[in-house]
C-alpha cells in the first residue's frame, strides 16, 4: 500500500469511528453528515467520496474482499459449506481480534437502527456474491451449491453476531459462531 492509500485510508478510519461516536451518542437519525464531517474535521464532499451513503458510515468494512481472499487461501478440504464456514470464522475472528470496540458498535448500532437493518441485507447479499464469485472461478457448476452454503453460512454468522452484540461483546465470537454452526448444521466445524 502505498503513501496515498494509506492515507485514504487513515481518512476513512476517522470518519469512520468519529460517525459511530456520533451515532450513538446523538443517535443515527438525529445525527448529519455534516455534523460527522465537522467533528472528522473534512468536508461532506469527502464524507460521500468515502461513504455514498450515511448508512455506509456504519456498514462499511474491507471484510467482503478479506472473505473473498481468504477462501482461496484456505485448503480446499471438506464440504463446501465447511470451507465456507472456516473462511466466515477467520474473518469474524479477525475482526474481533482487530477491531473488536469497532466491530461491537457497528453491530449496536445495526441492531437498534431499522434502516441499517435493511442496508445489512444488502451487505450480506454481496458478500454471499463474493463467496460465489471467489468458487465458480473455477467451477461454474457449484453456482447453486455455493449460493445456498454461503447464504446458511452467513445465516450462522448473524446469529452469532447479534448474541455476541447482545452480550456487549464479551463472549468469543468465533466461538459463539462455532456453536450455531454446530446447532445448524449439526457437526463441528
Not at 472456516?86 to 437502527?113: F, Y
Not at 458478500?127 to 452454503?149: G, P
Request: charged letters at 25%; hydrophobic letters at 45%; aromatic letters at 6%.
Amino acid at each position: 500500500m502505498n503513501l496515498r492509500d494509506r492515507q485514504r485510508a487513515e481518512t476513512r478510519q476517522r470518519i469512520q469511528r468519529h460517525a459511530l461516536r456520533l451515532f450513538a451518542g446523538r443517535g443515527y437519525d438525529a445525527t448529519t453528515v455534516n455534523e460527522v464531517a465537522e467533528a472528522a474535521g473534512v468536508s461532506a464532499m469527502t464524507v460521500y467520496r468515502n461513504f455514498p451513503t450515511k448508512e455506509d458510515l456504519v456498514l462499511y468494512d474491507d471484510f467482503d474482499q478479506l472473505a473473498a481472499a481468504t477462501l482461496t487461501e484456505l485448503p480446499a478440504t471438506g464440504s463446501l459449506t465447511d470451507r465456507i464456514a472456516r473462511t466466515v470464522l477467520a474473518t469474524l475472528d479477525l475482526a474481533a481480534t482487530n477491531d473488536h470496540d469497532l466491530l461491537l458498535a457497528r453491530l449496536q448500532l445495526m441492531i437498534s437502527t431499522p434502516a441499517l437493518q435493511a442496508r445489512h441485507l444488502d451487505s450480506q447479499f454481496r458478500l454471499q456474491e463474493a463467496f460465489v464469485t471467489t468458487i465458480c472461478a473455477t467451477d461454474r457448476s457449484l453456482e447453486y451449491a455455493a449460493r445456498a452454503a454461503a447464504s446458511a453460512c452467513l445465516g450462522v454468522a448473524h446469529v452469532a453476531l447479534l448474541r455476541w452484540a447482545g452480550d456487549n461483546g464479551e463472549p468469543d465470537l468465533a466461538e459463539l459462531f462455532r456453536e450455531a454452526f454446530a446447532a445448524t448444521f449439526g457437526h463441528a466445524l
